[in-house]
């Protein structure tokens, strides 16, 4: 999906792991994708994928530091570093 023009696309329903999205013009899409560090995140108005864990916005609010430590040896870290962006980042797609 390279350069692909996905403006004002509704996403909400879309598998795109695997996806490069690399160049594709999203504005206006109701999809954030970030490449953080060593891991894309995928941000839709009810879902947020880091890697390859997938969960609902407010399940990625309320994780604890166990819950976070359990999914890698590296993702407390880069969850505390980056929950802040994240997270008004899904909450932008939900007004």
């Not at 999205?21 to 109701?30: E, F, P, Q, V």
């Not at 060593?38 to 166990?66: K, L, M, N, T």
Request: aromatic share 8%.
């Amino acid at each position: 999906m390279s350069g692909a023009n996905l403006s004002d696309a509704k996403l909400s329903s879309a598998d795109l792991s695997g996806a490069d999205l690399s160049g594709a013009d999203l504005r206006d899409a109701d999809l954030i994708y970030m490449n953080l560090d060593s891991w894309a995140v995928y941000i839709q108005p009810d879902e947020i994928r880091i890697g390859c864990e997938q969960h609902a916005g407010s399940e990625w609010r309320d994780f604890c530091d166990d819950a976070i430590n359990e999914m890698d040896s590296h993702a407390l870290g880069f969850w505390r570093r980056y929950k802040p962006t994240i997270m008004a980042a899904c909450e932008s797609l939900s007004r």
